[in-house]
């Protein structure tokens, strides 16, 4: 069996509300992605979705066709790692937001071949997973508690914190969600790589002391330093890892230093689920577990889905608040049940089922 068609749709994504989560990360009202169909002789094909509301298709796409399209054609799709290396080759010409896609196309298509769902190509661990309500920046303390006791009462078990950025609000912005769930309630904290060591060790101080779950980013990308100043100091959990866009060889100095609790990544900044699967078990190594970030639209989300179903070292499955913002493009997207938990898929490949109407209607360009 043989890859004999690369192609990629691009189709509107409008009515985005208005979002954001740090300095900068505000979602333009309309943004594009892009159905990549990768197909082979036999007549299987391999879908992702590329793009997110913050990082259209139409800007990564040309690049996917140009220079990842050649590599793939003729090739045995069920030579993912081969594949994969070979992409990593080229990384300084097309971004690793498009090595992701291809990469989960050929998870995709990999489990259509053998007829199987891609957590079962992994090896299930699990069939069922908590989902986490995870925030974006809200106007003040009470639309945080408004928020999180809503997703409480809905079931959900975790909520997760994105602040508004400053150090003392962002401390009673904690306070006033906690006193309103309870004590055992399960909160954290992502500080979006907002403050330095000092404000960083002050809040971690104050959420230590509220009994939060784990504090996410607190300090910029790579401050190694920091984090290992910080992860001496501090008893609750740190997670960095998440943003920094590479592959598996920008992980071992986090755990040489002892840097972080946690290793984190996501398929637009690491590469895929190749990516993804590797660090995961390069943190059960250490004995650390692995938190899959939340990536982008509604096909990579799914994948990630598969990803933590194979996972003996991850804990919860996120969800990036507000819906209109991160899910697009499927008939039926994903929600948890009413305790919370999202279930094992069970469909060939990735499954799902993607709205082809919807992008028909919606189709700007097709990229081959």
Not at 34 to 52: E, N, P
Not at 99 to 124: C, E, Q, S, Y
Not at 175 to 195: F, K, N
Request: with cysteine; aromatic share 8%; hydrophobic share 40%.
């Amino acid at each position: 069996m043989k890859i004999d068609d690369v192609s990629l749709t691009i189709f509107t994504w409008d009515n985005i509300p208005e979002t954001k989560y740090h300095q900068g990360s505000t979602a333009q009202s309309g943004s594009n992605l892009g159905l990549l169909t990768i197909r082979t002789d036999a007549g299987l094909a391999g879908h992702a979705f590329l793009g997110s509301a913050s990082n259209p298709a139409s800007m990564d796409g040309p690049q996917l066709i140009r220079s990842l399209k050649p590599m793939l054609m003729g090739k045995d799709p069920l030579e993912r790692e081969r594949i994969h290396a070979g992409m990593r080759l080229v990384n300084r010409s097309v971004s690793y937001r498009v090595i992701g896609a291809v990469d989960t196309a050929l998870w995709d298509l990999g489990g259509k071949i053998a007829g199987l769902p891609v957590h079962a190509l992994m090896g299930t661990y699990r069939t069922s997973i908590p989902a986490y309500a995870s925030s974006q920046v809200l106007p003040d303390a009470s639309a945080y508690v408004e928020q999180a006791l809503s997703f409480k009462a809905a079931g959900w078990q975790a909520y997760k914190i994105h602040p508004p950025r400053d150090p003392d609000h962002d401390i009673r912005v904690c306070q006033a969600v906690r006193e309103a769930v309870g004590d055992d309630y399960r909160l954290m904290l992502d500080s979006t790589w907002s403050y330095d060591f000092i404000d960083a060790l002050r809040v971690g101080r104050a959420i230590e002391e509220l009994g939060f779950y784990w504090y996410e980013d607190p300090l910029a990308d790579e401050d190694i330093y920091g984090y290992v100043k910080l992860r001496q100091k501090l008893d609750i959990p740190i997670m960095a890892t998440e943003y920094p866009a590479g592959g598996l060889d920008t992980y071992p100095i986090w755990l040489t230093e002892k840097a972080t609790d946690y290793l984190r990544g996501d398929i637009p900044n690491k590469g895929g689920l190749t990516t993804m699967l590797k660090t995961a078990h390069l943190a059960e190594a250490f004995g650390l577990r692995y938190e899959v970030h939340h990536s982008g639209n509604s096909l990579n989300n799914l994948a990630n889905l598969h990803l933590c179903m194979a996972l003996r070292n991850t804990t919860m499955w996120e969800v990036l608040l507000p819906d209109g913002a991160h899910k697009y493009g499927m008939v039926r997207d994903l929600a948890p049940d009413a305790e919370g938990l999202m279930h094992a898929p069970t469909d060939p490949g990735i499954g799902g089922q993607i709205d082809f109407e919807l992008i028909r209607r919606k189709t700007e360009a097709v990229l081959r």
